[in-house]
Nanobody
Framework: QVQLVESGGGLVQAGGSRRLSCAASGRTFSRYVMGWFRQDPGKEREFVAHINWSGGSTDYADSVKGRFTISGDNAKNTVYLQMNSLKPEDTAVYYC??????????????????WGQGTQVTVSS
């Protein structure tokens, strides 16, 4: 059974930092694309970042570019999202996801097969 487990969420002040982790188990994810999304209640799930584990390429939403960094540790089957200079508008439930490596657009949630349960990040002003 495939599992993605996020951790690292919590309450942080505006301007602060937080690192989210996503631990994958159940299969080898070295050929998958790993993504981070976020969602506010009543809103659609929003792309944040993704990383192609096999090639290391990354992509970021404009709203987080320059502030967030996605990285992966193959040995630990874990993906990280380092979030710096956090803003109140970054408040959301953050989800990690895994998808097969043959799509051209990984900003859409529909290409991902596996999802974690989410972790809440709240940024206070």
């Amino acid at each position: 059974q495939v599992q993605l487990v996020e951790s690292g969420g919590g309450l942080v002040q505006a301007g602060g930092s937080r690192r989210l982790s996503c631990a994958a188990s159940g299969r080898t994810f070295s050929r998958y694309v790993m993504g981070w999304f976020r969602q506010d209640p009543g809103k659609e799930r929003e792309f944040v970042a993704h990383i192609n584990w096999s090639g290391g390429s990354t992509d970021y939403a404009d709203s987080v570019k320059g502030r967030f960094t996605i990285s992966g540790d193959n040995a630990k089957n874990t993906v990280y999202l380092q979030m710096n200079s956090l803003k109140p508008e970054d408040t959301a439930v953050y989800y990690c996801a895994a998808g097969p490596p043959y799509y051209s657009d990984y900003r859409s949630p529909i290409v991902y097969d596996y999802w974690g349960q989410g972790t809440q990040v709240t940024v206070s002003s």
